[in-house]
T-cell receptor, first 108, second 114 residues
Framework: AQRVTQPEKLLSVFKGAPVELKCNYS??????LFWYVQYSRQRLQLLLR??SRESIKGFTADLNKGETSFHLKKPFAQEEDSAMYYC??????????FGKGTKLTVNP | ETGVTQSPTHLIKTRGQQVTLRCSSQ?????VSWYQQALGQGPQFIFQ???????GRGNFPPRFSGLQFPNYSSELNVNALELDDSALYLC?????????????FGPGTRLTVL
């Protein structure tokens, strides 16, 4: 069964500091991996997906199949990055399996 | 382009009652997925509808049922409500077969069961 683990429920950093949100997954095949973000009072939205290998709002995420990880990174955090971040996997069917989420707070 | 909308925004029910939640998918999308998000948890997949047929189901009992209409809008029905059904219910639409596999979420319906 697919499973996504986000070990940090809360993460707090200062503006300008690097940030890394951890995500580990379990899936026997070749999953697709995503990071979704929910800003305060906004709906859940896609931040990035591993197949596109793009950088969105300065965030990147590399799929490490050996470690079954898909950590989200940004070299210099901004206050507007404060939000709930969810790692999700999608394999086989269209359903998304989400982790429990990490609340990122970027302090001034 | 119209985004995903859900109604109502929130509602309160008592144990044993039945509830219907509604979702209008984004223009051009033919697939609707429903998720339950309990407090402090990530969204959990309930089921998905494609061309008016159920196309996958998560680990939810049969009292959770759904419909998809020809215009691709959808309903989630929950019978015999239990206290643990209190959660945010999210609807997401997508286009089956699209390369992006991106799901677009609605704002959710907050259900409280007393």
């Amino acid at each position: 069964a697919q499973r996504v683990t986000q070990p940090e429920k809360l993460l707090s950093v200062f503006k300008g500091a690097p940030v890394e949100l951890k995500c580990n997954y379990s899936y026997s095949g070749s999953p697709e991996l995503f990071w979704y973000v929910q800003y305060s009072r906004q709906r859940l939205q896609l931040l990035l997906r591993h197949i596109s290998r793009e950088s969105i709002k300065g965030f990147t995420a590399d799929l490490n199949k050996g470690e079954t990880s898909f950590h989200l990174k940004k070299p210099f955090a901004q206050e507007e990055d404060s939000a709930m971040y969810y790692c999700a996997t999608q394999g086989g069917s269209e359903k998304l399996v989400f982790g429990k989420g990490t609340k990122l707070t970027v302090n001034p | 382009e119209t985004g995903v909308t859900q109604s109502p925004t929130h509602l309160i029910k008592t144990r044993g009652q039945q509830v219907t939640l509604r979702c209008s998918s984004q223009s051009g999308h033919n697939t609707v997925s429903w998720y339950q998000q309990a407090l402090g948890q990530g969204p959990q997949f309930i089921f998905q509808y494609y061309r008016e047929e159920e196309n996958g189901r998560g680990n939810f009992p049969p009292r959770f049922s759904g419909l998809q209409f020809p215009n691709y809008s959808s309903e989630l029905n929950v019978n015999a409500l239990e206290l643990d059904d209190s959660a945010l219910y999210l609807c997401a639409s997508s286009l089956a077969g699209a390369n992006s596999h991106e799901q677009f979420f609605g704002p959710g319906t907050r259900l409280t069961v007393l």
